[in-house]
T-cell receptor, first 118, second 113 residues
Framework: GAVVSQHPSWVICKSGTSVKIECRSL??????MFWYRQFPKQSLMLMATSNEGSKATYEQGVEKDKFLINHASLTLSTLTVTSAHPEDSSFYIC??????????????FGDGTRLSIL | AQTVTQSQPEMSVQEAETVTLSCTYDTSESDYYLFWYKQPPSRQMILVIR??????QNATENRFSVNFQKAAKSFSLKISDSQLGDAAMYFCAYASQGGKLIFGQGTELSVKP
């Protein structure tokens, strides 16, 4: 099946630093990538949708300058949490859809990144 | 806008028994897809079952089946012969033709040995 690799799986950093999370599609061309945030015992909240080569579309309430999304190629999207603070601590999940996929799932998910800001 | 509602934050089932998780949704679209995802403690998102709105027949995948009531906008998941490995968060999700997923709040299922 389609594989989406997300890296790192867990990161701890100091308040004020920027953190980059990568999301790669390993065996298909990801024309669209989605970034979600999930708090413990809660649902996935869509943060933004990015199409390859275009600016990301952010959901209402998501700070564009805080969460920078780049989708420069058909296999890679990145989420950068800028000047991270403890309230940005969360579980971030990417997913991808695109060409070369079986039509059984709308999106294929990465394994997520646990971000802890001290 | 579409919404998905799971009214059961927690459910419990005895091993080998059957449990049904509820999901309702709201949409004005006629073409869409519905999904159940499982999220175990590892937090991977695992697709359990999928239903196309145009299909009247309820989807089935081994021990997992759905009861899709399009007019009532209801999409429940039945797990038969529950196993310890079924313990997880379950999310109901809606997708329109554009592929954007809308998730319900989730139901945490515990399985008692």
């Amino acid at each position: 099946g389609a594989v989406v690799s997300q890296h790192p799986s867990w990161v701890i950093c100091k308040s004020g630093t920027s953190v980059k999370i990568e999301c790669r599609s390993l065996d298909f061309q990801a024309t669209t990538m989605f970034w979600y945030r999930q708090f413990p015992k809660q649902s996935l909240m869509l943060m933004a949708t990015s199409n390859e080569g275009s600016k990301a579309t952010y959901e209402q309430g998501v700070e564009k300058d805080k969460f920078l999304i780049n989708h420069a190629s058909l296999t890679l999207s990145t989420l950068t949490v800028t000047s991270a603070h403890p309230e940005d601590s969360s579980f971030y999940i990417c997913s991808a859809s695109g060409y070369g996929l079986k039509n059984d799932q709308p999106q294929h998910f990465g394994d997520g990144t646990r971000l802890s800001i001290l | 806008a579409q919404t998905v509602t799971q009214s059961q934050p927690e459910m419990s089932v005895q091993e080998a028994e059957t449990v049904t998780l509820s999901c309702t949704y709201d949409t004005s679209e006629s073409d869409y897809y519905l999904f159940w995802y499982k999220q175990p403690p590892s937090r991977q998102m695992i697709l359990v079952i999928r239903q196309e709105a145009y299909k009247q027949q309820n989807a089935t995948e081994n021990r997992f089946s759905v009861n899709f009531q399009k007019a009532a906008k209801s999409f429940s998941l039945k797990i038969s012969d529950s196993q310890l490995g079924d313990a997880a968060m379950y999310f109901c999700a809606y997708a329109s033709q554009g592929g954007k997923l809308i998730f319900g709040q989730g139901t945490e299922l515990s399985v008692k040995p």
